[in-house]
């Protein structure tokens, strides 16, 4: 029974290069968080996603971020021309549930280190 | 604005101690808290869920209240061991928040043999 599987675990790209980050939840889960840690700081919502919707990007840059969760597939976390700011521990959870299912717990992945060198 | 507070920031305490972890929300109107563990350079780990009716939540030596009223929730961890030592994330689920979690900044936790 696996758990939410997050690949690459490290990541690294030159300034202005593209980062794609995948996301699998786990098997039953049709709700996607993705959230980022950066050094020394908190989790932050970025966006919230069930396939095919994103349910919530408020947490999301304007620019140069984007999420999808198709209907095959990992959700993808994409990142385009990556500044060094960008560098940051990038996690991904699952719930079986969303808002409708109250009480749902969320697990987690053990993230995508991302370092924009 | 909603938001969930740590305090303390960080802990340390010899090994053996009871010791509690304290989590604060601004608005009582939640779906459930739940209680996460990151050992460093990893991912969460799921403690504890507390659903908005419940009061408590125990598992082996670890016990989560909450008190929505007073928009509070603790962890308490009973003869903690060095293996305990980690960060302690609480995140509140607010019913207005369109369905995502609203974590703590943590307690980091260091248990001394």
């Known amino acids: 029974n696996a758990g939410v599987m997050q690949n690459p675990r490290h990541l690294v790209r030159r300034r202005g290069q593209e980062a794609r980050l995948r996301c699998s939840p786990m098997k039953g889960h049709s709700h996607v968080y993705w959230y980022r840690q950066l050094p020394e700081e908190g989790l932050k919502f970025m966006v919230y996603?069930?396939?095919?919707?994103?349910?919530?990007e408020s947490g999301m840059p304007k620019e140069r971020f984007s999420a999808e969760f198709p209907k095959e597939g990992p959700s993808i976390l994409r990142i385009q021309q990556v500044v060094r700011g960008d560098s940051a521990a990038y996690f991904c959870?699952?719930?079986?549930?969303?808002?409708?299912?109250?009480?749902?717990?969320?697990?987690f992945g053990n993230g995508t280190r991302l370092t924009v060198t | 604005k909603q938001e969930v507070t740590q305090i303390p920031a960080a802990l340390s305490v010899p090994e053996g101690e009871n010791l509690v972890l304290n989590c604060s929300f601004t608005d009582s109107a939640i779906y459930n808290l739940q209680w996460f563990r990151q050992d460093p350079g990893k991912g969460l780990t799921s403690l504890l869920l507390i659903q908005s009716s419940q009061r408590e939540q125990t598992s082996g030596r670890l016990n989560a209240s909450l008190d929505k009223s007073s928009g509070r929730s603790t962890l308490y961890i009973a003869a903690s061991q060095p293996g305990d030592s980690a960060t302690y994330l609480c995140?509140?689920?607010?019913?207005?928040?369109?369905?995502?979690?609203?974590f703590g900044d943590g307690t980091t936790l260091t248990v001394k043999p």
């Open positions: 996603l069930q396939k095919e919707n994103i349910i919530d």
């Open positions: 995140a509140a689920f607010f019913i207005t928040n369109a369905g995502k979690s609203t």
């Open positions: 959870a699952s719930s079986q549930a969303g808002r409708t299912g109250l009480n749902s717990p969320l697990h």
